[in-house]
């Protein structure tokens, strides 16, 4: 069956890198668009980065465009998120998603989240 | 990229029905048939409920059905259950080949 299980949150300070990876099982990888979504405390969600199933391509939500590098690696099945300069703001769980019918038309599969806490 | 507009609650008793709305611009919900739709538990992963505004992926119930007209869309959920209780959020791709989500509404069973 399809699992997406993300690691490497944790607590950082304000200014700091963290690298966020996804291990993806159960469906051929390389065919999927992937995405990240995160959901700060007490808010909804929020779309985070988007990258194409063979990595051309990829797309940034406003508030993190220039610090988060979205990036995959289809021949380990692993979606990453390279985050950098982080803010309080960017305190959230985030998920790891799959695009189940070609970008844009619903995420099918997404992971239980791995929690990131941006503070001094 | 301004999230799209939900109603914050929405409640129903059981057996009754009830219609989420969801309401965004030309540029993401009104532009395109791309909108979807999530049931999330809180410390749950969301659970896709329509994908292009009116699809069920397999193993969704019938219960649970999408609309659109203009640059709002809907999701209503008939003869509601206790186990609907969850906040409920749309999602649109946009213009800009980014997603947006709703704000989230909370659906309480009364």
């Known amino acids: 069956q399809v699992q997406l299980v993300e690691s490497g949150g944790g607590v950082v300070q304000p200014g700091t890198s963290l690298r966020l990876s996804c291990a993806a099982s159960?469906?051929?990888?390389?065919?999927?668009?992937m995405q990240w979504v995160r959901q700060a405390p007490g808010k909804g969600l929020e779309w985070v980065a988007v990258?194409?199933?063979?990595?051309?391509?990829?797309y940034y939500a406003d508030s993190v465009k220039g610090r988060f590098t979205i990036s995959r690696d289809n021949s380990k099945n692993t979606l990453s998120l390279q985050m950098n300069s982080l803010r309080a703001e960017d305190t959230a769980v985030y998920y790891c998603?799959?695009?189940?019918?070609?970008?844009?038309?619903?995420?099918?599969?997404w992971g239980q989240g791995t929690l990131v806490t941006v503070s001094s | 990229q301004s999230a799209l507009t939900q109603p914050a609650s929405v409640s129903g008793s059981p057996g009754q029905s009830i219609t989420i709305s969801c309401t965004g611009t030309?540029?993401?919900?009104?532009?395109?048939?791309?909108v979807s739709w999530y049931q999330h538990h809180p410390g749950k992963a969301p659970k896709l409920m329509i994908y292009?505004?009116?699809n069920r992926p397999s193993g969704v119930s019938n219960r649970f059905s999408g609309s659109k007209s203009g640059n709002t869309a809907s999701l209503t959920i008939s003869g509601l259950q206790a186990e609907d209780e969850a906040d409920y959020y749309c999602?649109?791709?946009?213009?800009?080949?980014?997603?947006?989500f709703g704000v989230g509404t909370k659906v309480s069973v009364l």
């Open positions: 998603a799959r695009d189940g019918y070609s970008y844009g038309r619903g995420t099918d599969y």
């Open positions: 999602g649109s791709y946009t213009t800009s080949n980014t997603m947006v």
């Open positions: 159960g469906f051929t990888f390389s065919t999927y668009a």
């Open positions: 030309s540029s993401d919900v009104g532009g395109y048939n791309y």
């Open positions: 990258v194409w199933n063979d990595g051309t391509n990829k």
């Open positions: 292009d505004v009116n």
